[in-house]
T-cell receptor
Framework: DSGVTQTPKHLITATGQRVTLRCSPR?????VYWYQQSLDQGLQFLIQ???????AKGNILERFSAQQFPDLHSELNLSSLELGDSALYFC????????????????FGAGSRLTVL | GQNIDQPTEMTATEGAIVQINCTYQ??????LFWYQQHAGEAPTFLSY????GLEEKGRFSSFLSRSKGYSYLLLKELQMKDSASYLC???????????FGAGTRLAVHP
C-alpha cells in the first residue's frame, strides 16, 4: 500500500457519459498529479495541484477537469466520454510542488481503470 | 517540447546485466527519475539523478550526463522478478513537472 488511495478501481461506462475519479494523497503530501496511461503507452501528464491551487497543466482535454479540495483530496472529472478515453488513470502525490530539494519523488496510487463502451 | 526517448523492448537472461538508455531534451531540465512498473500496477520509484555521474543502489544504478541529455539505468544480477517496464522521467520547469517516456518493457528469461 503506497498510501495514495484511488477510487473506484474499475469503472465501465458508455460513450457520452461523465465520471469522477477520486484520489486521496499520502498523509503529509501537498501536491497531487493526474496521469493517463492508455494500453501499451506511457504515462501522459494531465494536471498538477499544490495545496489546492493548479500548478502545471499537460495535454488535458477540455472535456476533462480537476480540482484539489481543502482536505487535499483531488477529483478528476471526465465528461462526454469517448472510446479513446478508455485508460488507466493514475494519481500521484508528493510532499512539495517545487524542486526545493531537487528530488520531488512521486508516490503513485494503484490507478482507476476506465472502460468506455 | 520535452521528449523523452527510450527503447520499447529489451530482453535479457537471468543473472546477466542490462542497460536501458534514455535521452531527453535539455531545455528546462531539472533532474532525471527512473520508475519500475509491473503490468497493471502502479509505478514505483527507483532512482533520481540531478548531477552528472553514477548513483548506485544495490543491484540498480543510474547514470546522468546533463550536457548530453542522456541517462541510463543499469540492472545487475537480473532476476525473473525484474521483468517489468522501466520508465524514464524528466523533471522540467519551475514546478518540476514530471514527463515520462513511453517505457522500456524488459523481459528476463531463464
Amino acid at each position: 500500500d503506497s498510501g495514495v488511495t484511488q477510487t473506484p478501481k474499475h469503472l465501465i461506462t458508455a460513450t457520452g457519459q461523465r465520471v469522477t475519479l477520486r484520489c486521496s494523497p499520502r498523509s503529509g503530501d501537498l501536491s497531487v498529479y493526474w496521469y493517463q496511461q492508455s494500453l501499451d503507452q506511457g504515462l501522459q501528464f494531465l494536471i498538477q495541484y499544490y495545496n489546492g491551487e493548479e500548478r502545471a497543466k499537460g495535454n488535458i482535454l477540455e472535456r476533462f477537469s480537476a480540482q484539489q479540495f481543502p482536505d487535499l483530496h483531488s477529483e478528476l472529472n471526465l465528461s462526454s466520454l469517448e472510446l479513446g478515453d478508455s485508460a488507466l488513470y493514475f494519481c500521484a502525490s508528493s510532499v512539495v510542488g517545487e524542486p526545493i530539494s531537487g528530488a520531488n519523488v512521486l508516490t503513485f496510487g494503484a490507478g482507476s481503470r476506465l472502460t468506455v463502451l | 517540447g520535452q521528449n523523452i526517448d527510450q527503447p520499447t523492448e529489451m530482453t535479457a537472461t537471468e543473472g546477466a546485466i542490462v542497460q536501458i538508455n534514455c535521452t531527453y531534451q535539455t531545455s528546462g531540465f531539472n533532474g532525471l527519475f527512473w520508475y519500475q512498473q509491473h503490468a497493471g500496477e502502479a509505478p514505483t520509484f527507483l532512482s533520481y539523478n540531478v548531477l552528472d555521474g553514477l548513483e548506485e543502489k544495490g543491484r540498480f544504478s543510474s547514470f546522468l550526463s546533463r550536457s548530453k541529455g542522456y541517462s541510463y539505468l543499469l540492472l545487475k544480477e537480473l532476476q525473473m522478478k525484474d521483468s517489468a517496464s522501466y520508465l524514464c522521467a524528466g523533471g522540467f520547469g519551475g514546478y518540476n513537472k514530471l514527463i515520462f517516456g513511453a517505457g522500456t518493457r524488459l523481459a528476463v528469461h531463464p
